[in-house]
Structures are given as C-alpha cells and as structure tokens.
C-alpha cells in the first residue's frame, strides 16, 4: 500500500520542516508513504526525512533535462536534490494549466527514463460521467503511459476532488479494475479522502493505495489515513 500526500500549493519551506519532524516521530511501518511538496520546500523534506523510509516526489516535473523553459524543473534536478520521485497529470493541472495526454506522457516518459518514480493522474469529469465517458477518458489518458516498475496511476475523478465528494468504493473499484485492464500498475485512489472514508476504500480488491490531498495537510489526519492501509 502506497500512501502519498499531494500537498497542491500549500506548505512553504518553514510548515515542511515542522510537518516532516512530526511525521518522521510516527510508526508507519508496513506501507510505503510519500510525500510530495511544492517544489520550494522540497530540499528540506529531503533532508528532514533523510534515513526514514518516507520518500518525497514533486507535483510535476518536465520532459527536457534543461531549456529555456521558464517556470519548469527537471528530472535531473529534481535528482540532484534527493527527490524520490513526480506527479504527473494531475487534473488541476490539466484544467489550469493546459496540460494535455500528449505532455503528460512526455513528463512520465522522460521522469522515468532519468530514474524517478512517477504518480500518473487520470481522471474524469462529473460532466463526462453523467454523458457515460469514463471508460472513453480512462483508455485515453492511459493509452499514452508505458508500464514500468516505477510508475503508478492515480485514479482521481475531478468531482471529487476537494470537494468533500468521494467515489464510493464501488466506484473506485470499478474504475481501478478498469485502469488495469489497460497497463498492468498499481493504482491510487485520489479525490476526498479522510481518516473516515479511508478503510473502507482503501480495502478494496484494486485499490493499491491513495493519492491524499487536503487531508494530508495535517499530520494528524494523514497519519490516521497511512494507519487505515491493510498491511501487506
Ligand atoms: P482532495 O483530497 O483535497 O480531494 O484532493 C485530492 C487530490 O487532488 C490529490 O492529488
């Protein structure tokens, strides 16, 4: 069970350094926790986490090792700051930010190349739900990942992300079992999870972890979602 925490543009270097001493003092033993701040606070989770075995990924990362590309990282970088890993796609950054397939599988392809690894985020919309899409978008927005070792999905339905609204655990399933029909990785579930929901999604067949975003704000709360992971 994976258990990561998208932190989205929250947490400066200064509340980074105080949730990582916090969390490195918990006993998570059994599943595999990352954390992945905005990329101003990420040398620090770095080194407070150092020696743990709490890893740490940016939220994006870019497909060239360097250009004049400005505002963007790169996988070398992020290697030379001891970062573990990226988050690709995301949906708010494919709503805000233009993203689209074709540069969400650049990011992954090159990211893994270089020797990260990488969280991949699919997801539909409530409108593409209700016109009976899902599956249409999943098999899009997958169809460009390769399999690799290093590389998860994160099933993230946009409805229900920050919106109190979470898939029901049926939903999930059924969407995660689909993902996997179509590249053979683990897949998060991401979108409203809390300490009350988590057991409950999280003990379903396909669901191989979670992908936790306002809730992993606050170490209490994230805590008691990496405590709700079945161990293996
Ligand atoms: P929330 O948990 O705040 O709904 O966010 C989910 C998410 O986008 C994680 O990447």
Redesign the pocket.
């Known amino acids: 069970m994976l258990i990561a925490a998208?932190w989205k543009m929250y947490n400066g270097p200064a509340a980074t350094a105080e949730f990582c001493l916090g969390l490195r003092e918990q006993e998570l033993d059994g599943v595999d926790v990352v954390v992945c701040p905005p990329f101003v606070s990420l040398a620090v989770a770095v080194q407070l986490l150092a020696g743990t075995e709490i890893a740490v990924a940016a939220q994006n990362v870019h497909w060239e090792d360097e250009g004049a590309f400005t505002g963007e990282i790169s996988a070398p970088m992020l290697l030379e700051l001891g970062v573990y890993g990226a988050i690709v796609g995301?949906s708010e950054r494919r709503q805000h930010f233009g993203e689209t397939d074709e540069s969400v599988a650049r990011r992954a392809h090159r990211a893994l190349e270089a020797g990260l690894f990488v969280i991949a985020?699919v997801g539909e919309t409530e409108q593409e739900r209700e016109r009976g899409e899902t599956e249409d978008v999943l098999r899009r927005q997958v169809s460009v990942l390769e399999a690799d070792d290093n590389l998860v999905v994160?099933y993230?339905p946009v409805w229900?992300?920050?919106?109190g609204k979470t898939a029901t655990p049926e939903i999930a399933q059924e969407a995660h079992a689909f993902v996997k029909t179509l590249l053979d990785v683990p897949v998060l579930y991401?979108?409203?999870?809390k300490p009350d929901n988590a057991d409950e999604l999280l003990a379903q067949q396909d669901v191989d972890g979670a992908?936790?975003?306002?809730?992993s704000l606050d170490l209490e709360s994230f805590t008691s979602i990496c405590r709700a992971a079945p161990r293996s």
Request: charged share 5%; with cysteine; glycine share 28%.
């Open positions: 998208n995301h985020c994160a993230e229900a992300i920050g919106t991401g979108g409203s999870v992908l936790v975003g306002g809730a």
